[in-house]
């Protein structure tokens, strides 16, 4: 099983399409670093954990484009075409998306890691700011809800027609982008829009920073995109064992 | 089965299949998210909201969604192994072409069903303002081109690759790049980078680079279209022999590069905009002010040997050609006794067609150099004092290329002409200080003239041309030029005759708003606070202008405002959300005093507009009242320095040291709004509550009348009688 997860990463990671993607994200990131994260986010410094959160909402479509173009890499003709070879061995269905799935979160979790390790370089260089344990908390709830989601759905996506994989793409990017959110109030998959606003509405301390406080009802919203995206992979696996045993 | 036959096939199977009826479909319906959320636009006009907006949009949404329908279509005889069984009987280029076709059709029926659907909303929405022709092209020529762009793109990326997840990344990164560059105008393929539309002036000039940008895209897809062709893969070869194989047709090649150099050609000598070197900036950060300054590296300096005494022009503006002929004559002194090498300068876009000195013809040198769209010539003048230089000269505009953004700069069009400086006349960069200019300017009838300085007299009429001919006289060496279907309007307000020109269009909404009332009050205010404005032989000209100018602007004796704050809705101040109409017009007009009247030595945040902002409140309480100047004044000023106080390094002044150099011209940038246009007037204000208001307005006065030729933070002070700290506010 690890020697597939390390063939499976190798695949991902060296891809050309990957690379490419990698490069465009980190451009990207610093683009954000340069010229939003200085600001501060509302009048937060640059370097609080609302600044922080901010800027990887910012950068967080492209990290759910890479997931979901691995996605895509699990139901293209390729490996449909090599999957029943695959199945012939001991390893279930449900074993084999495990597997992919591992991989791609490792992919991703890499990315995030060349993300995360440029923004720390940023900060130690503009400000000689070193107390990255703080950033845990944003990293944690900007990044990992919404990949769980649309790690879900991209799988589901592909088992109804790997076409809808790519629309789902167009579809993260452009609302991704936006600094709107479809769903009222804080419930939108993407938090630009959350972190942006929020904290306007928090009272500053005596140094004048705002608290990191988040609401709860954001809090319950983060847990139910991770759990509907775990939902959906579950589904994903259950309804693959179907059709695998129908046949 | 020939081509139709196999288009004709593909079709019918797009129109029973669901997924490409729910494409459709959903599709027709994208422009609805521009209609609420008003995305991708810059400026505010009921025309950008209810047709820009909308189909700028749609062309985004609907550009992703048939491109990745295209792709998906393309591998489906992949996907489904069947190539062997269809390439046995029909070519698979033709296939590939009809494949294509096929989604175009497609898409050029969701573009019409997505036109017709909007088309009762547009005209009920717009009333007087719609006009058929700019809607025909929002639909046809910004939406449906980008549609079909992408379609034949993604086409010949998957046939070049055939595979979908290259294809459509290579197609993601072409997206990103149109929906994130907008500083150059044919980057936007899918959207254009048309920032607005006027309601009134017309929108030539974005039109005429839409459909330039649509030119080059139009070459550069359909290239990688037939490029995708000849690489489609024959008897299951690989791309090298297919490519020999497809290529063997002569001109299908020969297409191709005439494609690729069309595309190429059409986008480096595209027409509209020039070459002009980047300007060289100097970025000042200044941590003790909390702004950061960009200034100019001035590389021109003006031959102090030679002195410009008059210039006489003769100029002929064709609209419908979007052209300009002109003769100008130009009476210089050299005081050198020397000859002497002077630059001339011209619009880029123009041609010198003879230049003559002393009534002989002398030749001038291109200096190959192009800086801020003026493009240099040198010329040897004689030794004589008296010089006469005569130029013939004429051409299209090429607009700054640093304008692309957004497209509101010298424009000849049918429906409006702005011309400023050297898109007007050519001048020598020499001394200027007493420089008068005249002459006329014929025009096509129903376009009325308006220019700095004395009123424009129509001197001649012709009726078979169906022109006119203006006059304009003006003590500078530059001139600026408006022109639109102008109704003028005199009002006679603090002692000076005003001539205020609105777009006929506009007249119910001026009747409306009363805009002339508030023109006169705040004349009449202005001139008893201050004193009055040195116009006692000119008009002050007040003159509505396209929204695309982005804001008002002064200009010697002319005040432009866009058009967009006389919509009743806007210009009231019932209006909630921003400026109101009442306060740009107001604040445009007190700019006569401060900024053009009284010129200022710009330092830190002291510029023409905290005094302009002051006293435009102060216009604003004798009008409205005290409740409602405390919201547009004391309030909103409070408001801004509460920005700038909460703001990390307002707090944190010691990250100034620790922030790279290059990093803090854009934290500080972020200021200058607030410092320049809230805390200096709020300043101001304390100022004036330490001194009392009576005597504040006297030294107001004092200041307007004494200190015109340069207005400076320490001579404010020194007459106030206070120091910096005393009416600090930090």
């Given at each position: ?247 | ?270 027409p ?41 022009a003769d100029i002929t503006i064709i609209p419908k050609a979007a052209e300009i002929n002109g003769k100008a004559i ?14 001339l300068s011209l619009q880029p876009g123009y041609k010198i067609f003879s230049l003559k ?7 001038f ?10 493009k240099?010539f ?12 005569e130029i013939d000269y004429g051409g299209k505009i090429q ?11 010298n424009?000849i069009?049918?429906?409006?002409v702005?011309l400023?400086?050297r898109a007007l006349l050519p001048g ?11 002459g006329k300017i014929t025009l ?37 030029l ?249």
């Open positions: 099983m690890n020697k597939i997860v390390f063939y499976e990463i190798k695949r991902l990671l060296l891809s050309k399409i990957y690379l490419a993607l990698l490069f465009l994200t980190l451009v990207f990131s610093y683009y954000v670093l340069r010229n939003q994260t200085i600001l501060g986010t509302a009048y937060t410094a640059p370097f609080s954990r609302w600044s922080y959160a901010s800027f990887l909402s910012s950068v967080v479509p492209f990290l759910i484009v890479s997931i979901i173009f691995f996605c895509t890499y699990v139901f293209s003709i390729q490996e449909l075409s090599v999957r029943t070879i695959t199945l012939s061995t001991p390893l279930s269905i449900t074993a084999y998306y495990v597997t992919k799935g591992i991989a791609i979160w490792l992919a991703f979790s890499f990315t995030s890691i060349l993300v995360i390790g440029l923004s720390f370089a940023f900060y130690a260089y503009g400000f000689k700011f070193y107390d990255y344990a703080n950033f845990l908390q944003p990293i944690l709830l900007v990044l990992i809800p919404p990949a769980l989601f649309f790690f879900g759905l991209g799988m589901l996506a592909g088992l109804i027609n790997s076409g809808w994989q790519y629309v789902l793409i167009v579809l993260a990017f452009i609302f991704g982008n936006l600094s709107y959110s479809p769903i009222p109030g804080y419930g939108g998959v993407f938090s630009q829009a959350f972190f942006e606003n929020y904290p306007y509405k928090l009272i500053a301390d005596a140094s004048g920073e705002v608290p990191f406080s988040l609401p709860a009802s954001f809090l319950i919203t983060r847990l139910v995109w991770s759990v509907i995206g775990i939902v959906l992979f579950i589904l994903v696996c259950y309804i693959s064992n179907k059709k695998s045993n129908r046949n | 089965m020939n081509l139709y036959t196999l288009t004709l096939n593909e079709c019918k199977k797009l129109a029973s299949s669901r997924i490409s009826i729910f494409l459709v479909l959903l599709s027709a319906t994208t422009p609805l998210v521009g209609l609420y959320l008003r995305l991708l636009i810059m400026a505010q006009s009921i025309t950008t909201f209810t047709i820009l907006s909308p189909v700028k949009t749609g062309a985004l949404l609907c550009t992703a969604f048939f491109a990745v329908f295209t792709i998906y279509e393309m591998d489906r005889v992949f996907r489904n192994n069947v190539v062997s069984i269809i390439e046995p009987k029909i070519s698979m280029l033709q296939f590939n072409i009809a494949e294509t076709l096929a989604i175009i059709i497609a898409a050029i029926v969701t573009v019409i069903l997505a036109a017709f659907a909007f088309l009762p909303y547009t005209i009920f929405k717009l009333g007087d303002l719609f006009e058929p022709g700019l809607y025909v092209f929002s639909y046809f020529g910004i939406m449906l081109p980008g549609i079909v762009f992408g379609i034949l793109l993604s086409s010949g990326f998957y046939m070049i690759t055939r595979r979908m997840d290259i294809s459509f990344f290579l197609f993601g990164a072409l997206f990103f790049l149109s929906s994130s560059d907008t500083s150059h105008y044919l980057a936007a393929w899918v959207q254009t980078n048309i920032p607005a539309y006027s309601d009134s002036f017309g929108n030539a000039l974005a039109m005429r680079t839409a459909l330039w940008n649509r030119l080059v895209w139009f070459c550069a897809s359909t290239a990688m279209f037939l490029l995708g062709i000849l690489s489609t893969r024959r008897y299951e070869k690989s791309i090298s022999q297919s490519l020999k194989i497809n290529a063997k047709i002569i001109y299908r090649p020969a297409l191709l590069l005439i494609l690729i150099v069309s595309a190429a050609g059409s986008a480096i000598y595209e509209y905009f020039d070459n002009s070197e980047r300007v060289e900036y100097t970025a000042i950060a200044d941590a003790d002010s909390n702004m950061a300054a960009v200034q100019m590296i001035v590389t021109k300096e003006t031959n102090k040997h030679v002195v410009l005494k008059q210039t006489l130009y009476s210089l002194e050299n005081i050198s006794n020397q000859p002497q090498e002077v630059e000195i002393n009534g002989t013809l002398a030749p040198i291109d200096m190959q150099t192009t800086i801020m769209n003026e240099y040198q010329v040897k003048l004689p030794a004589n004092k008296e010089i006469k230089v607009e700054n290329r640093e304008q692309q953004l957004a497209l509101g700069a424009q069009s049918e429906e409006c702005f400023s400086g020598f960069s020499v001394n200027t200080k007493t420089a008068h200019i005249s096509p009838a129903y376009l009325t003239l308006i220019t700095e300085g004395d009123v424009n007299e129509r001197v001649a009429e012709n009726a078979e041309k169906g022109t006119n001919t203006w006059s304009f006289n003006y003590h500078n060496s530059r001139i600026s408006i022109a639109a279907r102008y109704w003028k309007e005199k009002i006679f307000a603090g002692g000076i005759e005003v001539e205020f020109y609105y777009h006929l269009r506009h007249a119910n909404n001026i009747k409306e708003t009363k805009a002339s009332e508030i023109i006169k009050e705040s004349i009449d205010f202005y001139t008893d606070l201050l004193g009055n404005l040195d116009y006692s032989n000119l008009p002050l000209k007040i003159v509505d202008t396209s929204v695309l100018l982005m804001g008002g602007f002064a200009s010697g004796n002319i005040c432009c405002v866009g058009e967009g704050i006389f919509e009743p809705a806007v210009f009231d101040i019932k209006f909630e959300e921003g400026t109101t109409g009442i306060e740009v017009l107001a604040h445009e007009i007190c700019h006569q005093w401060w900024g053009v009247g009284t010129h200022f030595n710009n330092s830190g945040a002291w510029t023409s507009e905290g005094l302009t902002v002051y006293t435009t409140a102060k216009f604003i309480q004798h009008k409205y009242g005290e409740k409602y100047a405390q919201k547009i004044g004391l309030d909103s000023w409070k408001g801004g320095m509460e920005i700038l106080r909460r703001s990390f390094y307002y707090r944190h002044p010691e990250y100034m040291q620790v922030v790279p150099e290059e990093y803090l011209f854009n934290v500080l940038m972020e200021n200058n709004g607030i410092v320049i246009y809230q805390q200096m007037p709020l300043q101001i204000m304390k100022a004036e509550q330490i001194l009392g208001e009576e005597k504040f307005q006297g030294i107001l006065a004092k200041l307007y009348r004494r200190y015109k030729n340069g207005l400076s933070y320490s001579d404010f002070l020194f007459q106030c009688g206070l120091t910096e700290e005393e009416i600090s506010v930090e």
